[in-house]
T-cell receptor, first 116, second 115 residues
């Protein structure tokens, strides 16, 4: 119930195309859904995030679509650029039962390659 | 922009040896975390630390692991007797609840190689 399932595992897109990465979760205790971008040798960096009371959030070329009833959310990268080539992780966040810190549960990651 | 700093960036150790991974969280953050990423796999939660004690830990965080905040700035992860399967990228993170759920910042990681 703690899992976050992510697909596809890898994605190759032409420059200017749309990249779409999908995630699904089961635990309704999750209340915050961030996407992280990770370049080789670096830590995950927060890209964009959404709360479940919102169906869509857009920041520049990046859009999250959220379907609460289906427990699914997706990242859309419009006008994909070679510089977007990285690994993308979806995640789901909830408070620990102690009510203090938050736990992030990550998806398995998508290796995005944008061809020039 | 404030950063979480981790040292060393890469550590090679022999099986059975003890290693200490070091982190300097963002100064006004209150919660500290260690996550692990085995090569090619997803990032996994190890432990969270608040008010000088462990607040949560995963099943991965067994007796060979320990965390400490020895002074006002450093946050360390100790692996007592390393195994080959401990080889991974270890990420430190810190968060400030005042920034809401988005206040999680990760360091660049320490790549631990156990030989």
């Amino acid at each position: 119930q703690q899992q976050v399932k992510q697909s596809p595992q890898s994605l190759i897109v032409q420059k200017g195309g749309i990249s779409i990465i999908n995630c699904a979760y089961e635990n309704t205790a999750f209340d915050y859904f961030p996407w992280y971008q990770q370049f080789p040798g670096k830590g995950p960096a927060l890209l964009i995030a959404i709360r479940p009371d919102v169906s869509e959030k857009k920041e520049g070329r990046f859009t999250i679509s959220f379907n609460k009833s289906a427990k699914q959310f997706s990242l859309h990268i419009m006008d994909s650029q070679p510089g977007d080539s990285a690994t993308y992780f979806c995640a789901a966040s909830r408070f620990f039962s102690s009510g203090s810190a938050r736990q992030l549960t990550f998806g398995s990651g998508t290796q995005l390659t944008v061809l020039p | 922009e404030p950063e979480v700093t981790q040292t060393p960036s890469h550590q090679v150790t022999q099986m059975g040896q003890e290693v200490i991974l070091r982190c300097v969280p963002i100064s006004n953050h209150l919660y500290f975390y260690w996550y692990r990423q085995i090569l090619g796999q997803k990032v996994e939660f190890l432990v969270s630390f608040y008010n000088n004690e462990i607040s949560e830990k995963s099943e991965i965080f067994d007796d060979q692991f320990s965390v400490e905040r020895p002074d006002g700035s450093n946050f360390t992860l100790k692996i007592r007797s390393t195994k080959l399967e401990d080889s991974a990228m270890y990420f430190c993170a810190s968060s400030d609840p005042g920034q809401g759920a988005g206040g999680y910042t990760f360091g660049s990681g320490t790549r631990l190689t156990v030989v």
